[in-house]
T-cell receptor, first 114, second 107 residues
């Protein structure tokens, strides 16, 4: 069974541009989570999507947004990129997110903002 | 103070040693997760537990709800166990992570 996949693996942008990151969950999983891991910092929760809707978001500005498609894949968009947005962005998926379901992580997208 | 604190931050040991990584949290939880992150960045979920103890191969995770403390143990450690181990608390939809423990096992 295929795991969580993310694309691209690496992404280089300049300050002020927009970045789009993609995630495909494990088949059968309806919840997708996005996390940011900036250099020297721990993982921080970004967004949670379930059944096509944003259910919760972490302490990030509105220029971090995303969506979940009918096939449960998800996109994370970061507008007006800033240097400090450089980080590893991890996506995870699980069965419905309202219970104690284990999350399965993708390999991540490393975003570099120059 | 972080909601989730791990210790030690860094741990170096020799192959074969018994390893213990600790995780303390300040607020009651619904579940506690242990994750492993390899140098390339990929994360693997090791355990999710809300009480007692779980074992998988050479890995054992325990949790004490009253003391708000969890431990991850590795028996007969091996260089391939070298990774960052992260504990996280919370329900599936909003995990709060510790800073991680960087484990290096030397042959």
């Amino acid at each position: 069974e295929a795991g969580v996949t993310q694309s691209p693996t690496h992404l280089i942008k300049t300050r002020g541009q927009q970045a789009t990151l993609r995630c495909s969950p494990i088949s059968g999983h309806t919840s997708v989570y996005w996390y940011q891991q900036a250099l020297g910092l721990g993982l921080q929760f970004l967004l949670w999507y379930d059944e096509g809707e944003e259910r919760n978001r972490g302490n990030f500005p509105p220029r971090f947004s995303g969506r979940q498609f009918p096939n449960y894949s998800s996109e994370l968009n970061v507008n007006a990129l800033e240097l400090e947005d450089s980080a590893l962005y991890l996506c995870a998926s699980s069965l419905a997110g309202d219970s104690y379901n284990e999350q399965f992580f993708g390999p991540g997208t490393r975003l570099t903002v120059l | 103070k972080n909601e989730v604190e791990q210790s030690p931050q860094n741990l170096t040991a020799q192959e074969g040693e018994f390893i213990t990584i600790n995780c303390s949290y300040s607020v009651g939880i619904s579940a506690l997760h242990w994750l492993q992150q390899h140098p390339g960045g990929g994360i693997v979920s090791l355990f999710m537990l809300s009480s007692g103890k779980k074992k998988h191969g050479r890995l054992i995770a325990t949790i004490n709800i009253q003391e708000k403390h969890s431990s991850l143990h590795i028996t007969a450690s091996h260089p391939r166990d070298s990774a960052v181990y992260i504990c996280a608390k919370g329900r599936a939809q909003k995990l709060v992570f510790g800073q991680g423990t960087r484990l290096t096992i030397n042959p």
